[in-house]
């Protein structure tokens, strides 16, 4: 008991085309690619009432995933509540008219949809939507387990999801462990991985050391040995540990996919390894066991997704990428900071923001080459690490 | 003694939901006017005691001693120190605290005497004596090289040598209190003798001071070692069989892994002191930030039923900073103790006013936490007033100096000439006794103290914050710390709830037939299930949204006001919290 294949395609495509994220993400493509929609995969994952189903659909040579719930018209009101958005349309599923929305809308659904993701390995009592990004909805089961639901799909095994094997193979603890992967037809449709409650962005941390820095001077002209260190959210000793994980980030990377030597003319004396490659303060998660790398953006890891006559060759770079990134992740939490200030403190607040950026940039790097055997991946001493990363930094300001 | 008023308290298990409050008996209040507090003044001041809502009063060490570390170097065990009183006055303190549901407990030094016991001055006196095996004695001082020195401070070395013997003798703290030799029976023997005497007085227990360091073995700390365990066993037993409701309370400074095997099985303390917590509470309101809190929490591990922490903001010593990095005491001495003088060993001698700078807000939030997270709060006397220090006296005496009951002479602590004082009372303009006393705040309804009380009151209403779970809730903002403390209500038997071994209940507590079973704590008649405490650690106003979907429809109530806040729905609960703010909230489950 459900709607044909047919009856979802003519639902999903126009409800493809007024979602944000998959206008953002088509953005990039000429105009002409967007008739050329087709249903390209479909599972009935729960059939009856309500029912869910999984609907790919390409857009050129682009597919999307929408998970399609359905119900009695005259329920659907109460479980959908405000979320009228997520209403694809009425249909026939075989035994009556139902109303089609996106299932992660619904509670039940999605609920149910954990034991589909991880092959019936893992139920839950409870679920929140935590938040709907351009590729994926993210979704927490009991505070216990989480779900990244893919919408723009990538071939398996995308990149992300490879990553994160590989680094629990190798044995990196600093980030959150998968558990299971949802894949159909050669796509990754989901991945769930372990959750810790109350982890903490780490542009959240670095933002209440600067309110304690710019709140604790600003109303006070004379002039301090050290106003940033001696501030009493001093953000410095947590930098550090963040970079000691940064530092066994990149050995495990290395060993996970092993090590090759930069093109010349490249950061010197520095090898070339697969990094993150969107390292910056939302990235990583303060826990009540250090820091984890939260997550693993996809298209910085092989170059702009998409467009197929692009290579999808993983880069390998020095890793001072990463921590140029980082770093320049610090400059931009202290600029955010800096703008939440009255204009007339701006002054005070800009020379304030500026050292700590170079206080907590420093403790950063000195963690990072503190790690035991990091020496094989960056051959510099700290002076020059220092030096290479500042000028990474400058040019990812004058890049934007 | 006679039965408190309080609901649903066990009597064996008093200690689990009691506020204890420690005290310097010569340091609290002064009847024969020579200058030095004594039983029969703290007997006058039980009735403020009462009034404050105190359980239990822990008193420092009351013995004769030469008094090189705060009578922790006991020269007499039996007896108790002449210008304190006399055993007499002792046994009617203890009398007239039991008539007011309070109960008393004193310190216990097992691991080392004065130099000037009798046991010493015999042992020391030559190497075939009764007593020469009393004492750990070597010809040179090269054994336990690897053992840490506690006052590092003052003491080179855990060896001192004595002229009149000839040889060294061992000792973990000042060279003036040798440690004693438990592998000899008859030290254990004299000690299980001293534990009966005081019991038999009416004593209700004792914190057990330094007891990692009684058992040595070369090749080791010297901390921790398992004969230490099996003689807590031993002295434990001992307790259960012949003297119920009565307590153990450790003093182990160290991480919360090495403490909990002080409890045993529940067969070892009841109570044990979880000392890096401390610090962590102020480095966490420094930092504005939860984690210095939550990280220990999460390396806390489960303790035995019947087992209880005993959690405390100051004490007697230092603030000790033995138990984090050395970078996170970097940080501890650059916020807390800018001048040398407020350092001492490894810690900081501060009250807990200066701490803060005497801002109230913290003071409160400070206490806030103390009160509600896992453990029996132990106050320390002076505190409940926002007493000072005065970092200018010698050794922890700072931090020790006479209670400030009124704006009289000599803080109304003693009518002896002010020379005669043990101590000078505190006279500085902020902190000193005509600003700040008991009498002042006592008659100031919006007082530190008057809040202290109320908050007091609150707690000993809803046991969750005794012996509840303890459940950190998840917050975007790191600089808001929530939790949920919960009594469990399992269905069913006593007994034979699932993992249950159907071992039978400690002391034999008494149970209800048929009664809900609860972890720990007894459920009061229409007492919730859940009291969710949210504190913000910032010195500016914060917003949190915390995921309460598992009280959805219930509507929170402000414990202190008795304030409704809007239900909780599915949605994500919004809390906005003053600088440094609280809140206790009720919950009832659906």
Request: proline share 7%; net charge negative; aromatic share 10%.
């Amino acid at each position: 008991m459900h709607p044909t294949p047919s009856a979802f395609e003519g639902l999903v495509v126009p409800y493809l085309q007024r979602q944000p994220w998959f206008l953002a993400d088509m953005s990039r493509f000429d105009r002409g690619v967007w008739a050329t929609f087709q249903l390209a995969d479909l599972e009935i994952v729960i059939d009856g009432r309500p029912g869910l189903a999984s609907v790919v659909v390409t857009v050129g040579n682009r597919p999307f995933h929408v998970l399609v719930g359905w119900r009695e018209p005259a329920l659907a009101p109460a479980v959908l509540g405000d979320r009228q958005g997520a209403v694809l349309g009425m249909c026939d599923d075989g035994s009556g008219d139902v109303l089609c929305y996106d299932a992660l809308a619904d509670e039940e659904l999605s609920t149910r949809l954990l034991a589909v993701a991880t092959a019936g390995r893992e139920r839950a009592r409870r679920v929140r939507l935590v938040h709907s990004l351009v590729s994926h909805a993210s979704l927490v089961y009991d505070e216990r387990l989480f779900m990244k639901s893919y919408r723009v799909l990538e071939p398996a095994p995308r990149p992300e999801i490879e990553l994160m094997l590989k680094l629990e193979e190798v044995g990196f603890e600093h980030t959150l462990r998968p558990v299971a992967c949802w894949e159909r037809s050669g796509w990754d449709l989901a991945l769930v991985r372990e959750y810790i409650p109350g982890a903490v962005e780490g542009r959240l941390l670095a933002l209440t050391s600067l309110r304690d820095l710019l709140g604790r001077n600003l109303d006070d002209d004379r002039p301090k040995l050290d106003e940033v260190g001696g501030a009493g959210g001093d953000l410095s000793s947590e930098v550090r540990r963040l970079g000691e994980t940064t530092g066994s980030l990149h050995l495990a990377l290395a060993e996970a996919f092993g090590v090759r030597a930069l093109p010349a003319g490249d950061v010197p004396r520095s090898a070339a390894i697969r990094v993150h490659g969107d390292y910056h303060l939302r990235r990583v998660f303060r826990t009540d066991a250090g820091w984890i790398v939260g997550g693993f953006g996809d298209d910085p890891l092989i170059g702009k997704l998409g467009d197929s006559t692009q290579s999808r060759e993983p880069r390998f770079v020095s890793p001072l990428e990463d921590l140029a990134d980082l770093s320049y992740s610090l400059r931009q939490v202290a600029a955010e900071a800096v703008a939440a200030q009255p204009a007339v403190t701006r002054v005070q607040a800009e020379r304030l923001a500026k050292a700590w950026e170079r206080r907590n940039r420093g403790s950063f790097l000195s963690g990072y080459l503190g790690v035991g055997g990091i020496g094989r991946l960056i051959a510099l001493d700290r002076p020059a690490a220092a030096e290479a990363i500042k000028s990474l930094v400058t040019k990812r300001a004058t890049a934007t | 003694m006679a039965s408190s008023s309080r609901p649903g308290r066990h009597e064996a298990r008093w200690y689990e939901e009691a506020v204890f409050y420690e005290l310097l008996p010569r340091g609290f209040f002064d009847s024969n006017a020579d200058g030095v507090g004594d039983f029969a003044g703290l007997r006058q001041k039980l009735d403020y005691l009462q009034w404050l809502g105190i359980d239990c009063v822990w008193l420092l060490p009351f013995y004769p001693s030469p008094l090189h570390d705060g009578g922790y170097d006991i020269s007499d065990f039996v007896t108790v120190a002449p210008d304190l009183g006399n055993l007499d006055d002792l046994v009617a303190l203890i009398e007239d605290a039991h008539h007011r549901g309070i109960r008393i407990i004193s310190d216990l030094v097992m691991n080392h005497t004065s130099d000037q016991h009798p046991w010493f001055i015999e042992s020391r006196s030559s190497r075939d004596n009764p007593k020469a095996d009393w004492y750990m004695w070597a010809d040179d001082d090269h054994g336990f090289a690897d053992v840490r020195v506690i006052f590092c401070d003052v003491e080179p070395s855990n060896w001192t040598f004595d002229q009149r013997r000839q040889q060294y003798y061992w000792h973990r703290f000042f060279h003036q209190q040798p440690d004693l030799n438990y592998d000899n029976p008859e030290v254990v023997d004299a000690m299980l003798g001293i534990v009966r005497f005081w019991l038999d007085l009416g004593i209700d227990g004792f914190r057990l001071d330094a007891v990692p360091y009684l058992y040595k073995a070369e090749g080791t700390s010297c901390e921790n070692l398992p004969a230490t365990h099996t003689l807590l066993r031993r002295v434990r037993a001992e307790i259960d069989a012949s003297y119920p409701n009565r307590l153990l309370l450790a003093e182990v400074n160290q991480w919360p892994s090495v403490v909990t095997e002080y409890f045993g099985a529940g067969d070892e303390c009841h109570m044990c002191f979880n000392f890096p917590l401390m610090p962590r509470m102020f480095m966490a309101v420094r930092r504005e930030q939860r984690f210095p809190i939550t990280e220990i929490l999460a390396q806390t591990p489960p303790i035995p039923d019947g087992c209880q922490w005993g959690i405390f903001l100051r004490n007697h010593d230092e603030l000790t900073l033995e138990m984090v990095t050395d970078e996170e005491r970097d940080y501890m001495y650059n916020e807390y103790a800018h001048d040398p003088r407020m350092r001492r060993n490894i810690g900081i001698r501060r009250r807990l006013a200066p701490l803060v700078d005497n801002d109230r807000r913290v003071a409160e939030l400070l206490y806030g936490l103390l009160l509600s997270l896992p453990g029996s709060p132990v106050l320390y006397y002076g505190d409940e007033l926002l007493m000072g220090d005065n970092i200018y006296l010698g050794d922890r005496d700072g931090v020790r100096t006479p209670m400030q009951w009124a704006p009289d002479r000599n803080a109304g602590f003693s009518r002896a000439d002010f020379a005669q004082l043990y101590l000078p009372p505190l006279m500085d303009p902020v902190h000193g006794y005509q600003a700040v006393n008991v009498e002042a705040e006592q008659r100031d309804p919006s007082s530190f103290l008057h809040w202290l009380r109320r908050m007091l009151l609150v707690r000993h209403q809803y046991p969750q914050f005794a012996t509840g779970s303890l459940e950190v809730l998840p917050a975007d903002n790191p600089s808001v710390l929530a939790y949920v403390r919960q009594t469990r209500v399992t269905d069913g038997p006593l007994g034979e709830e699932p993992g249950s071994d159907g071992a039978p209940e400690l002391d034999g507590a008494p149970e209800l037939d048929g009664a809900p079973k609860l972890d720990g704590a007894p459920k009061l008649d229409g007492a919730p299930a859940a009291v969710l405490c949210v504190s913000n650690l910032s010195r500016f106003a914060q917003p949190v949204e915390l995921s309460l979907g598992r009280w959805e429809g219930c509507t929170p109530i402000e414990l202190l006001g008795r304030v409704p806040f809007p239900r909780i729905t599915v949605k994500p609960y919004s809390v906005t919290l003053a600088p440094y703010g609280i809140y206790w909230f009720e919950l009832e489950e659906r």
